[in-house]
């Protein structure tokens, strides 16, 4: 069934983040993630869709973008302006063909377009499709272009002063307890413009984490524990969260491997060693994935994140599992039948791997892969690949 993207009234605060900035939202299904940004964040998302589709396939799914009446950030550049100008510096071209380039990306992916609109005059988005569209509600709320899926936030206790917000859909929705994972990449933490005061703090974060020696440090995590409000950290949903401070003072580099063994296996929730090791390896075939797209990309992503999400109810896991099996599904819970009935029941989802977290991203032609990143995501497939083979 058509669904329309929600107002800004229709949206509420999102609570099941395990790391990054205050002020991220949800809509009441729980199926989209509102994050509030920064036109350099969108433009990044747009360039990515417009000229690094492999890349793309790895992000959250980008619906478009909406206006916060409460907020404002003083600034007049519009989002398409900020892609074509982002798309235009990396290619050498005017920002009218970069505009141009952006519109054909768009009207390429537009044979699944929106189904009209309602009596209220908003756009209604066809539930499931990545289509460019266009949203006024009322004058308020805008949304413009799409991309390839998810992406739940992480805090800080920051919030960022800004009138935009992407609208992505939630990775963590179709999971019935869903254990998330955040791991911020990267040894350099700071971008090119990060003022003094924010590369010594970042710097001294790199020297004392793990960020150091392994190019990565687990920014936040929560894992299911059954249900039962059982030992520390247990919040009332029965999740067992770990905080930023986890990976600042309590891992290093001799020790991390444990983040993911707690993260993986939880014999209170019916996770035994089976299935985690399957995740683990499941997991792993993706990060492969990534680091090659990565390799053979020339981006910098200053803080960026590793966002895991996987069924943390051991039953429904096996369930999810057996069920992948069928000819029919893939291993990641999408379904390969296009023909289905609208009036099916949903595959379960089994896990997913995103690269989330761009307000620091850019594409860079001619000065090579991101290494920085890269160290990374070699680091955590090495832990998964010994952690598969154990």
Not at 144 to 157: D, L, N, R, V, Y
Not at 295 to 321: C, I, N, P, Y
Request: proline residues 5%; charged residues 25%.
């Amino acid at each position: 069934m058509a669904k329309p993207l929600p107002t800004r009234a229709d949206l509420i605060d999102y609570n099941y983040a395990v790391a990054g900035h205050d002020g991220t939202l949800c809509d009441v299904d729980g199926e989209l993630f509102i994050k509030p940004c920064t036109p350099a964040e969108i433009a990044f998302y747009e360039s990515s869709v417009a000229s690094h589709p492999s890349f793309a396939e790895f992000m959250p799914t980008f619906l478009g973008t909406l206006t916060l009446d409460e907020q404002t950030n003083g600034t007049s550049t519009s989002i398409e302006e900020a892609g074509a100008a982002l798309l235009a510096k990396h290619n050498g071209t005017s920002i009218e063909e970069a505009s141009a380039t952006i519109l054909a990306a768009e009207e390429a992916s537009a044979a699944i377009l929106f189904n009209g609109s309602d009596t209220n005059g908003t756009a209604i988005l066809s539930n499931g499709t990545n289509t460019p569209i266009e949203i006024i509600t009322n004058g308020v709320p805008r949304a413009k272009h799409a991309i390839p899926s998810t992406e739940p936030p992480i805090k800080t206790g920051k919030r960022i002063i800004t009138n935009l917000a992407v609208v992505l859909e939630n990775a963590a929705h179709g999971f019935i307890k869903p254990n998330i994972l955040d791991v911020k990449l990267g040894v350099r933490l700071w971008a090119d413009d990060a003022p003094l005061e924010k590369q010594i703090r970042f710097d001294k974060v790199t020297s004392e984490t793990t960020h150091k020696d392994l190019g990565f440090r687990v920014a936040g995590m929560r894992v299911w524990q059954g249900g039962k409000r059982e030992g520390e950290d247990v919040d009332e949903e029965g999740y067992k969260v770990f905080n930023k401070d986890y990976g600042r003072f309590d891992l290093h580099t001799g020790n991390v491997h444990e983040a993911f063994t707690n993260f993986l296996f939880s014999e209170k929730a019916g996770v035994d060693e089976e299935l985690g090791k399957l995740v683990a390896q499941a997991f792993l075939a993706d990060l492969e994935k990534i680091e090659a797209v990565l390799a053979g990309q020339e981006s910098r992503m200053f803080s960026a994140s590793l966002l895991f999400v996987f069924e943390g109810d051991g039953k429904a896991l096996r369930t999810a599992m057996e069920e992948a099996s069928s000819p029919s599904t893939m291993v990641n819970g999408d379904e390969e039948d296009e023909d289905e009935d609208e009036d099916e029941v949903p595959v379960p989802k089994i896990y997913t791997v995103k690269v989330i977290d761009f307000a620091h991203a850019e594409w860079v032609p001619g000065q090579g892969p991101d290494e920085n990143a890269l160290l990374g995501v070699r680091s955590v497939s090495k832990i998964l690949e010994n952690i598969v083979a154990a």
